[in-house]
């Protein structure tokens, strides 16, 4: 379909059969869901086995009982999985609950009101502070800077992760710019992984930026490969030790996508500074992680290689969805102008762009013919995209033939908004 050169009874003729196969779609009454990059049941069953794992027995090898209060850091032998995940030694990783993004709100409050160096180093002291935003980019971060009346601030993101250019000159002109999110490896919803160039020159970011800078580096896919030889993302803790900017750089990961992803572990990594302003905040908030579910999880990842045997699994499940995925995308636009995406080699999301202006209008379309996509918008700060281009597609929750279906839909919709659009004109 190239619309470019159509005449009017062209598009008149298209979007009459479209509007046709769409009330055809309307009929069916379809309940598909894509909205959210959730783990499906197949999933989070090659996780069962951590049911009973312990088998009564409570002792860590080091001889805590994870019945009891206690462990602000939580146990070694769960830090130790968190430092296979993050590549950071286990001495600078604090083991959580179940959600990363818990660990992120609580460093964030922790640097706003209370100041990771002291109370003299608040950021809230410092009146109106901002925030980079590599876009399109994760909605959550957002809402937590929107939370807190953090100033965003878009950063676009290229092949190789956020404009480094974009990104530096902002820092050096603006002092009042505290952090960036990043979500280095298939980027949500980008797939992007982030270059080697982008992680040393992010990593520097703090000898460039104002007192008290902090990149939250999200590494939720660090582990998530779909191809069988993945890019390997540099690690920026080797990175920031390097540039002598250990302080400014705070990452997070977590299981939540790998074993339970309502019960699994989450981590936090920092340098010896910034966990010891965190822990004199987080003593006061608790007095333990459930110690018991780090335990389980250590103990089902205790098999030399467990960790990389677990994921392909994942991965085995998750192909072909990503691929009907983009089947129809190449199948419905491979040969035209009417939508951009990008092809993730891991990770839960795959990005499209439709023409400018026309991603709410498909969202809506799609809605009504009762498939649910995520609200467009929602990758941008304030749900605000200047382009009103992006959608993101999350496909791992439905089974491959609702996937299938669900894309039918999704082009069709595509198709029909973009010709009207035409039509408009």
Not at 51 to 80: C, H, K, M, P
Not at 245 to 274: L, P, R, Y
Request: charged residues 20%.
């Amino acid at each position: 379909m190239q619309l470019a050169n159509a005449s009017q009874e062209q598009l008149n003729q298209w979007e009459q059969s479209l509007s046709a196969e769409y009330d055809a779609i309307k009929a069916k009454g379809l309940s598909l869901d894509l909205t959210r990059g959730k783990p499906s049941a197949e999933q989070l069953s090659l996780s069962d086995a951590l049911d009973g794992i312990l088998q009564q027995n409570y002792i860590t090898d080091s001889g805590v009982d994870a019945r009891n209060y206690g462990g602000l850091e939580g146990i070694a032998e769960a830090r130790a999985l968190g430092e296979q995940l993050m590549g950071v030694p286990s001495s600078n990783i604090i083991a959580g609950g179940n959600s990363s993004l818990t660990l992120m709100y609580q460093l964030m409050t922790t640097a706003y009101f209370f100041g990771l160096e002291g109370a003299d180093s608040a950021w809230q002291k410092e009146g109106e502070i901002k925030f980079l935003c590599p876009v399109p980019g994760y909605d959550r971060h957002f809402s937590i800077c929107e939370q807190l009346g953090i100033e965003m601030v878009n950063v676009p993101m290229t092949s190789n992760g956020p404009d480094m250019d974009a990104v530096e000159a902002l820092l050096r002109a603006d002092s009042s710019i505290k952090g960036m999110w990043c979500v280095p490896k298939y980027s949500n919803p980008t797939g992007v992984i982030y270059s080697d160039e982008t992680v040393k020159r992010i990593a520097a970011l703090g000898s460039i930026a104002g007192k008290g800078f902090r990149v939250f580096w999200d590494n939720a896919y660090a582990v998530h490969d779909l191809s069988e030889n993945p890019i390997k993302l540099l690690s920026i803790w080797d990175a920031a030790q390097a540039a002598g900017t250990q302080d400014s750089v705070i990452q997070f990961a977590s299981t939540s996508k790998i074993t339970h992803a309502g019960a699994g572990v989450a981590f936090v990594a920092a340098s010896d500074k910034n966990l010891a302003g965190y822990k004199k905040v987080l003593g006061i908030q608790t007095i333990g992680a459930d110690k018991i579910n780090q335990l389980r999880h250590a103990k089902f990842f205790a098999v030399p290689d467990s960790l990389t045997s677990h994921m392909q699994k994942h991965a085995d499940i998750i192909k072909p969805r990503f691929a009907s995925v983009l089947k129809h995308l190449e199948e419905a636009f491979g040969d035209n102008d009417l939508g951009e995406w990008e092809s993730a080699d891991g990770g839960y999301f795959i990005s499209f762009d439709t023409q400018e202006g026309l991603a709410k209008t498909v969202v809506a379309l799609a809605g009504e013919a009762g498939v649910k996509l995520t609200p467009a918008g929602a990758t941008f700060p304030y749900g605000k995209d200047p382009q009103d281009s992006n959608i993101r597609i999350a496909p791992t929750v439905p089974s491959v033939e609702q996937v299938d279906e669900a894309m039918n839909v999704f082009v069709t919709c595509v198709k029909l908004a973009t010709v009207r659009k035409a039509l408009s004109k």
